[in-house]
């Protein structure tokens, strides 16, 4: 009896048997053991395993393979043994949750499935060092090169607005005479996060009818720092400081073209040539229980002064600008973790004042702004969360315009308060789907209106390759200073948008396909004539925008090359502010296309850039035509190319960087304006909107020691 | 008779245990024998399954966590798929943590956390500078529980190798580097059959680069 026993337990059984996903599909490389033994298999490219044991009785079958969910069966093993067919579940745990992207380009360090990095927009080619100028190269943001603003999707520069840790930073750009654009105020290297948003964002933000530019500052250095920049435009400090509770980092910047200017021919004379003279402190400090203190302090003074075409005298004149403009921002915010709890508190304060000088007229525009804001995100489960706020904004805006001989004398200004409540939840009921619903109550003082602003939004992954993407809401936002100075019984301005994204992301390369409409109502319109009485003005206007966004980033197929292509198609009329008729406004090209490339040759410790941009031509209105807007400007080409070259002089990390713009030295025109007043035939001379010269150019050199 | 059969039956299974340790260690060695010759991708999947199996099976022999981890990280350079290699990645951390529970060597594990570094690195090369300066931490650690563990060596070396000079790296300053590994590896005798021995071949190679 006990001699089979024996025989028994020194037999080898055979356990065999064939592993596929659910959908059916046969699995190889699974790794099939016995628990608690070595014994096992890895299934062959049939899905098939076989492997013998000694063990016998009541044993557990564990099942492991990546990307899907480990599987034990009990069995019990008596001898030879064949299973019926094993079906793994694919585990979307391990993939990163599913993320709504619907209107959103994100480059940060938070999430792993990014689209731009943010070093990857100070490197692009053809943004000159400004974050403005490097979105322009993403879907969404039209190149409207004698302005520089953000222009999104078919909507003027007012409808974007831009936040620096959640506070919104009433004047992100430094300001602009005609023709020479604005840059963004603060220096890219600033921030280490960035999300681009063309619409569809949380009800946390508002008074943005187009889009949100969320930025978070950067303010954990690596280590304490001296940095020196040397440009071709100006130079630069910078001293960082760093201990284990916080840092803390100080700026100064003086930016000043006539050396440039004088070198490269411009298309105007200049007066007083263009210089800035900035400083900036930032720093943070880490408090008891997880929290964290963030601060920004921005100052700066602007002066330029040039010669340019008189449009309201006879064609053919000129006058001199003059423009100054200071410059005060500072913001405070605090963060706070407990364990289900997310506490973010912020106040922030700003002052800008602009001063024209014309030759008969003077302008004065003095800003003060500050705002509170308190959010709180309140996690259940790790599925569900409630994110809610308050936020307060004043603002007090004074306006003078002064005629020179004597003339007019005219004061506006407004107080406003601008309180707001939010509240948003968000949900993931199952790995592969995400939902977020929020409601926004504004009021604005200066207008006397309430409104109630809906955001939705949901995201569905598909498997591990495909996402979808929905986004809709209402945006409202209270009309521009240069309209409320004049009259205030108005309404909120106000844009539906309605967004669907597609998205396919594998080994290193992504694609989305965005679209979009957004119906614009309730525009502010007044009559040009009467632009100083308040009732000309109503808010009658009303229009759309709609269109396709397309992405496409490879960084594997080529080891050391980087690019992406982005195509926007637009569709936009609006009927608003002056316009005697519904039309394509002149931010809206329809064809927008831009090529981005960036090697890193290792050898030469070099990274070398190209970007192409092309555009169909921006519409314009001409005088001496019949219809509104009915012209379009040439298109638009440009081919930019920069390079950084890494080295080590003195000891110390350097960076060499040069870029230039439109190197094929086209002739770019962007647009037309006219006289106001006819020449000898009758007819409204034109001068062409273009760059104030061909080419730009720009040599830095960067140390840090 | 039946005293007989319960004697034999236990004696059979202490047999059996004694020897269980001695299979455990041959498994390693024969798994990792086989990783090392695998010519094709699913040869090396079917070792390092091998090495899962064990590592399940022996959750107290730390080298076990180890060898999984290296098979799973030797794994993921024959992967191109960046997503695919972050997973992997992250499941030899997972095995790397299962052999610090199990009182793994210090200097060892923080070198292949170093090791693992290296591999997301080489998958995605945009994120070079944050992942060679925290390697770099990881490294001075292992260096300072052993100076003369030839594996943090090498990786030291190889980190300084592939840095820019302006940003402290370089050929020259990674030379001293691979010959004290070199030193180490012809020096050095391992407590146990199944510590941790890779890397020998690797700082030969780096050598005949000068």
């Known amino acids: ?705 | 008779m039946k005293l007989i059969t319960i004697i034999s039956c236990v004696f059979f299974s202490l047999m059996t245990m004694k020897t269980a340790k001695a299979d455990a260690e041959a498994a390693l060695l024969g798994a990792l024998n086989q990783l090392h010759m695998a010519a094709s991708t699913e040869a090396a999947r079917t070792a390092v399954n091998q090495l899962e199996r064990i590592a399940m099976a022996e959750p107290d022999v730390w080298q076990a966590h180890y060898h999984h981890a290296y098979g799973m990280v030797m794994l993921s350079f024959r992967e191109n798929d960046t997503r695919l290699v972050g997973q992997l990645l992250d499941k030899a951390e997972a095995s790397v943590k299962q052999a610090y529970g199990a009182e793994g060597d210090p200097s060892e594990l923080l070198t292949l956390q170093a090791f693992i570094l290296q591999a997301r690195l080489n998958a995605d090369p945009s994120q070079a500078m944050e992942y060679s300066t925290q390697a770099n931490n990881l490294l001075s650690q292992a260096l300072e529980k052993r100076a003369d563990n030839p594996r943090a060596l090498l990786l030291m070396g190889q980190n300084l190798f592939y840095t820019p000079e302006s940003f402290g790296g370089g050929k020259e300053r990674a030379l001293p580097f691979f010959e004290k590994s070199m030193a180490a590896y012809e020096n050095n005798e391992p407590q146990s059959a199944i510590d941790p021995f890779w890397g020998q071949q690797a700082a030969q190679s780096m050598l005949e680069q000068y």
């Open chain 1, 1 to 705: 009896m006990y001699s089979i026993l024996i025989a028994k337990t020194h037999a080898q059984l055979s356990v065999q048997g064939v592993v596929k996903s659910s959908q059916g599909a046969t699995l190889p490389g699974v790794n099939v053991m016995l628990k608690g033994s070595f014994d096992g298999a890895t299934t062959n490219e049939n899905g098939e395993f076989t492997f013998t044991t000694l063990r016998t009785g009541e044993q557990t079958l564990f099942l492991s393979f990546m990307g899907f969910r480990t599987k034990e069966i009990s069995l019990y093993l008596a001898g030879d043994t064949i299973l019926e067919t094993l079906y793994l579940r694919e585990d979307l745990r391990q993939l990163d949750a599913v993320v709504i992207t619907a209107g959103t380009f994100e480059a940060g360090d938070q999430r792993k499935s990014v689209t731009l990095r943010p070093l990857d927009i100070v490197t692009t080619p053809s943004a000159a060092g400004d974050i403005y100028g490097m979105l322009t190269s993403l879907p969404g943001a039209a190149i409207v090169g004698e302005d520089g603003r953000l222009f999104v999707r078919g909507g003027d520069a007012y409808e974007s607005k831009t936040f620096i840790d959640g506070m919104m930073v009433r004047q992100p750009y430094a300001s602009s005479i005609p023709d020479l654009p604005s840059r963004g105020r603060f220096s890219p290297f600033l921030f280490s996060g960035t999300t681009f948003s063309t619409g569809g964002y949380s009800a946390e933000y508002g008074q943005a009818l187009s889009s949100a530019l969320l930025l978070n500052i950067n303010a954990f250095p690596e280590k304490p720092q001296t940095e020196l920049s040397f440009m071709s435009v100006g130079m630069g400090v910078r001293q960082t400081l760093k201990n284990e509770n916080g840092s803390l980092s100080l700026g100064a910047e003086y930016i000043n073209l006539k050396p440039y200017m004088r070198i490269v021919p411009e298309k105007y004379t200049w007066n007083q040539y263009p210089s800035t003279i900035s400083a900036n402190l930032f720093g943070h400090r880490k408090t008891a229980n997880n929290g964290l203190l963030k601060f920004f302090s921005n100052i700066s003074e602007s002066k330029s002064g040039l010669v340019y075409p008189d449009l309201s005298a006879t064609p053919g004149s000129h006058q001199d600008i003059f423009l100054d403009n200071k410059n005060f921002y500072t913001q405070l915010t605090y963060m706070q973790d407990y364990n289900d709890w997310v506490l973010k508190m912020g106040v922030a304060f700003g002052y800008d004042a602009d001063s024209i000088s014309l030759e008969r007229f003077s302008v004065q525009e003095d800003y003060y702004s500050g705002q509170v804001r308190m959010r709180l995100i309140r996690t259940f489960s790790g599925h569900f969360s409630i994110k809610a706020g308050a936020e307060a904004a004043f603002t007090d805006y004074t306006f003078r315009y002064q005629g020179n001989d004597g003339g007019i004398d005219f004061k506006g200004a407004f107080s406003e308060y601008l309180p707001a409540v939010y509240v948003e939840a968000e949900s993931r009921p199952f790995h592969r789907l995400a939902i977020r619903t929020g409601l926004r109550h504004e009021y604005s003082s200066v207008i006397d209106k309430h409104v109630t602003a809906w955001r939705t939004s949901a995201a569905w992954l598909f498997n591990a390759d495909w996402q979808a993407s929905v986004a809709a809401g209402s945006f409202y936002q209270t009309p521009e200073e240069d309209i409320l100075r004049y009259a205030t019984q108005l309404h909120f301005e106000k844009a539906n948008h309605y967004i669907a994204n597609i998205q396919y992301e594998k080994q290193n390369r992504i694609f989305r396909a965005e679209f979009y409409h957004k119906v614009y109502s309730s525009l502010v319109r007044f009559d040009e004539d009467l632009f100083f009485a308040p009732a000309s003005y109503n808010n009658l206007g009303e229009g759309y925008a709609r269109g396709v966004d397309l992405f496409f980033r490879d960084r594997s197929t080529f080891r050391t090359l980087d690019y992406w292509i982005s195509y926007s198609w637009v569709d936009a009329r609006r009927i608003y502010r002056t316009f005697p008729e519904k039309a394509r406004p002149h931010f809206a090209p329809e064809h927008s296309f831009t090529l981005v490339g960036k090697k890193w040759v290792h050898a030469l410790s070099t990274q070398l850039g190209i970007s192409v941009s092309l555009a169909t031509g921006r519409p314009y209105h001409d005088p001496n035509k019949e219809n509104f807007m009915s012209e379009r400007a040439k298109g638009y080409s440009d081919i930019s190319i920069n390079t950084s070259h890494l080295f080590s002089m003195w000891g110390q990390q350097s960076i060499l960087y040069f870029s230039a713009s439109n190197v094929l030295g086209r002739d770019i025109i962007f647009g037309y304006r006219f006289y106001e007043n006819p020449d000898g035939e009758g007819n409204f001379p034109a001068i062409p909107i273009s760059p104030s010269a061909k080419r730009f150019f720009l040599l830095g050199l960067f140390i840090t020691i």
